[in-house]
């Protein structure tokens, strides 16, 4: 098993650009969420996923769209990038609600 | 409001020696987890340990233990036997259920240096 994986590991934006951020499990995961790591803070998180076609928003959500078409896939996307979404961005997925949370190896995200 | 606490944003230990790194949490839920994290240089997050909130003995792994004293609301971890690998960045963090989902609380972490 690959466990998470995420793309790209690094990517300079500029303000206004969008991108999308990848992240997939082989671990047949229903529930699955993207954390944004800010330096010298603890992840926090964006959105999440509880099966394939139902996300919800965590607790920083703004100028982030997800979608769940798949169990396995779960994209991040930036709609309009900024410099305050400058961060490291993890993927992490479980096999159940009260599961250990996997992560990805992350993705670190510059924007200027 | 559920908040995780880690008072001390560095700490040092001489190899082989044990150290301890804080966490306290606040919940009002009666049914929650705390884990133990590991990130490296590297980045990558690491799955240390984990404590269920229900559970009457302290967690143990390897060379990791967690000192639950769930009155005081504290979950500390204990590295016994320092390496020079362990150095790194050491996040607690609280599961609680949201929605339906199990969220995961940060603390904002200790860095942790062991010297030789």
């Known amino acids: 098993n690959a466990g998470v994986t995420q793309t790209p590991k690094f990517q300079v934006l500029k303000t206004g650009q969008s991108m999308t951020l990848q992240c997939a499990q082989d671990?047949?995961?229903?529930?699955m969420s993207w954390y944004r790591q800010d330096p010298g803070m603890g992840l926090r998180l964006i959105h999440y996923?509880?099966?394939?076609?139902?996300?919800d928003q965590g607790e920083v959500p703004n100028g982030y769209n997800v979608s769940r078409s798949t169990t396995e896939d779960f994209p991040l996307r930036l709609l309009s990038a900024a410099p305050s979404q400058t961060s490291v961005y993890f993927c992490?997925?479980?096999?159940?609600?009260?599961?250990?949370?996997?992560f990805g190896p992350g993705t670190r995200l510059t924007v200027t | 409001a559920q908040k995780i606490t880690q008072t001390q944003p560095g700490m040092f230990v001489q190899e082989k020696e044990a150290v301890t790194l804080d966490c306290t949490y606040d919940?009002?839920?009666?049914?929650?987890?705390l884990f133990w994290y590991k990130q490296p240089s590297s980045g990558e997050m690491i799955f240390l340990i984990y404590?269920?909130?229900?559970?009457?003995q302290n967690a143990t792994e390897g060379r990791y233990s967690l000192n639950f004293q769930k009155a005081r609301k504290s979950a500390n971890l204990v590295i016994s036997a320092s390496q020079l690998g362990d150095s790194a960045m050491y996040f607690c963090?609280?599961?609680?259920?949201?929605?339906?989902?199990?969220?995961?609380?940060f603390g904002a972490g200790t860095r942790l240096a062991v010297h030789p």
């Open positions: 992490a997925s479980s096999y159940g609600p009260t599961g250990e949370q996997y």
């Open positions: 671990m047949n995961h229903e529930y």
């Open positions: 996923s509880v099966g394939a076609g139902i996300t």
């Open positions: 919940t009002s839920d009666q049914s929650y987890g």
């Open positions: 404590q269920g909130s229900y559970d009457e």
């Open positions: 963090a609280m599961r609680v259920l949201s929605g339906g989902y199990n969220k995961l609380i």
